[in-house]
């Protein structure tokens, strides 16, 4: 089956990589290449993915780890956006993985090239700890979802745990500016629900990385409510 895989490229700001965006979209490469990837992240990336449906929105798809998990019976098309032309470059490669078409578009998740009530899931993985206006972004997200329409989302989040959080705020400053604008100190499931969806289900992992430290995690399948 031969799959659809354009990169829309707007004019706009966002056209050329910056250095910086370089360096990280090349470090996230070879961090998705790693056993870690493969041994913690890949099976909760398919648990996620197995509930998408129907026309289907990924949001900051980055290099397109999840494009090979989508499933035909199920996903009819994927739109995938991110603002980064060089994780595109490696997403245009993953796409020849991928069972379902894909279109690849340059775009950020607080401005959406797509209008109101277009999707039936939309996916975030790794996406909203660094969106730079996160609530922005799922606002947007609620705009371009149909309404009961499925948000499917696995991120990294603030931890529970009292000294955990006065770690994640000591390293956030570095890792914004040096790991792709990374927040590792953000409450994702709050800010969902403040965009005003419903949260179904929300399942917290915890994965070992850095040695000894648990990164706290979250799967959250969410309603676009009324």
């Keep these: 089956m031969s799959q659809q895989h354009t990169i829309n490229q707007p004019e706009n700001h966002l056209e050329q990589a910056m250095p910086s965006h370089r360096r990280f979209a090349r470090s996230y490469e070879r961090i998705s290449n790693s056993e870690w990837e493969q ?10 993915i197995t509930r998408a449906n129907g026309l289907v929105l990924e949001v900051g798809a980055g290099n397109g780890l999840n494009f090979a998990t989508y499933d ?21 490669e993953r796409v020849k993985t991928a069972r379902v078409p894909i279109t690849l578009t340059q775009a950020t ?29 799922l606002q947007e997200i609620k705009r371009v979802l149909k309404p009961g329409g499925k948000l499917l989302i696995l991120e990294h989040v603030r931890s529970h745990n009292r000294l955990i959080v006065i770690a994640q705020n000591i ?23 403040a965009a005003g969806f419903h949260i179904d289900t929300e399942q917290g992992h915890r994965l070992p990385i850095a040695g000894s430290f648990l990164m706290p995690l979250i799967l959250v399948e969410a309603t676009n409510s009324p």
Excluded at 114 to 121: E, N, V, W
């Design 72 to 92: 035909p019976a199920h996903v009819e098309h994927v739109e995938a956006i991110d603002p980064n032309p060089t994780m595109l470059g490696y997403a245009r």
């Design 171 to 193: 390293i956030t400053p570095f890792t914004i500016r040096f790991v792709g604008n990374c927040h590792w100190n953000r409450d994702t499931a709050q800010t969902v629900r």
């Design 39 to 48: 041994r913690y992240m890949k099976p909760l990336r398919e648990k996620l």
């Design 109 to 137: 998740a607080e401005a959406l090239p797509f209008a109101d009530a277009t999707f039936d899931t939309i996916v975030a993985t790794l996406v909203f700890c660094s969106v730079t206006d996160p609530l922005k972004g």
